[in-house]
């Protein structure tokens, strides 16, 4: 009989200083990861962040909550779920997801999620779409060895070869993209945000658009409790995790631009081996020219292998060998009583990985 054992932030908290988690083959989750569920400022003392399914003590499957506040509404994002592939078939994601919907009071929210969760949750009645965030991916360097076996896993034994490839064609491409490097005009300033003051969250408050609301508390937690962190070689733990915990080069952190000494715009960005997001744009939007001019100066300044931009509000000349539209689907349970949103890209859990 298959039992799903859930964890509050409490239990999940012990449960990741056991010797039960520390000797699992697989971890249904990495420490940084549980420790940022647990700092989540808008996390209930009872909220399901964990949910394992066992079988005569066996895992068989997890599933992940992000509790978060949508229009003063409580609402619970799933996030990582998996299914031994050897116990598949026998309804363990249904009996996961149907957890969390009953412990949430049927308001679960989803994005980035597989077409084979997406048939799952369809088939389950209980989700309709909610909306799509359109995009832009700007390819600025040869990065086939990073992006092609990630698609086709069945294409990683030609990774070297690949890799070979991309290195000589981007002898030609990086000069290129050197001269066209952008520098900032002298009345725009640009500095690394280490602590939000109560000037950040008037700003943050004027000029924020997403439903959810971000005070400059769950900027920082969001800033501070990455689910990745950087690391030369992979540890045991990220091994035995089945999703992204440890990267070689990762980098989570907020800018403050400044234009004729007035704060034009908080800038999230996330670097993530040599793919550059910008989860959070929050600005003021007289200054539009001056923030664009300011992307193209972290783009340069991060030299990204390519770019994802989750925005329609800009028009940025991004020197590319290739872009392509991309889009970003969400789902909602029926019961939430909303038709229109406005998100960010850094909405959901999409700002921590």
């Not at 964990?50 to 409580?74: K, S």
């Not at 060895?145 to 064609?169: H, Y």
Request: aromatic content about 14%; overall charge positive; hydrophobic content about 40%.
């Amino acid at each position: 009989m298959i039992e799903i054992k859930t964890f509050n932030k409490n239990q999940l908290l012990k449960f990741i200083h056991s010797d039960d988690f520390n000797l699992m083959p697989i971890l249904p989750i990495s420490k940084h990861r549980a420790i940022s569920h647990i700092h989540n400022p808008r996390v209930f003392d009872d909220d399901i962040l964990l949910l394992i399914a066992y079988e005569e003590n066996n895992m068989l499957g997890y599933l992940g909550v992000l509790p978060d506040t949508l229009q003063h509404i409580h609402v619970g994002w799933l996030s990582c779920i998996w299914v031994s592939p050897l116990a598949r078939g026998k309804g363990i994601a249904k009996q996961m997801v149907l957890t969390a919907y009953e412990a949430y009071q049927h308001r679960i929210l989803i994005t980035n999620y597989t077409p084979e969760a997406e048939k799952l949750y369809h088939k389950l009645g209980i989700f309709e779409e909610l909306t799509i965030l359109h995009g832009v991916r700007f390819y600025r360097k040869m990065c086939l060895g990073k992006i092609v076996p990630q698609r086709f896993p069945r294409w990683a034994k030609f990774s070297l070869v690949l890799k070979g490839f991309d290195f000589f064609a981007n002898l030609f491409v990086t000069p290129i993209l050197k001269f066209t490097n952008k520098k900032l005009p002298a009345d725009i300033q640009i500095y690394k945000l280490e602590k939000f003051t109560e000037q950040h969250q008037h700003f943050i408050e004027l000029y924020q658009q997403s439903f959810f609301k971000r005070s400059s508390i769950e900027l920082t937690w969001i800033k501070d409790y990455p689910w990745l962190k950087q690391i030369d070689k992979k540890s045991n733990e990220a091994i035995r995790y089945h999703f992204s915990s440890e990267e070689r080069k990762f980098e989570s952190t907020f800018f403050e631009v400044m234009c004729h000494n007035e704060r034009i715009a908080l800038i999230m960005i996330l670097y993530k081996n040599g793919h550059l997001r910008f989860p959070y744009i929050i600005y003021n939007k007289v200054y539009k020219t001056p923030l664009e001019q300011t992307l193209l100066h972290i783009i340069s300044k991060y030299n990204p292998y390519y770019i994802t931009l989750f925005s329609d509000e800009f028009n940025l000349k991004v020197k590319a060998l290739y872009q392509k539209p991309i889009q970003r689907k969400y789902m909602k349970t029926r019961d939430i009583d909303i038709n229109s949103i406005v998100l960010y890209d850094g909405d959901g859990d999409a700002a921590f990985t």
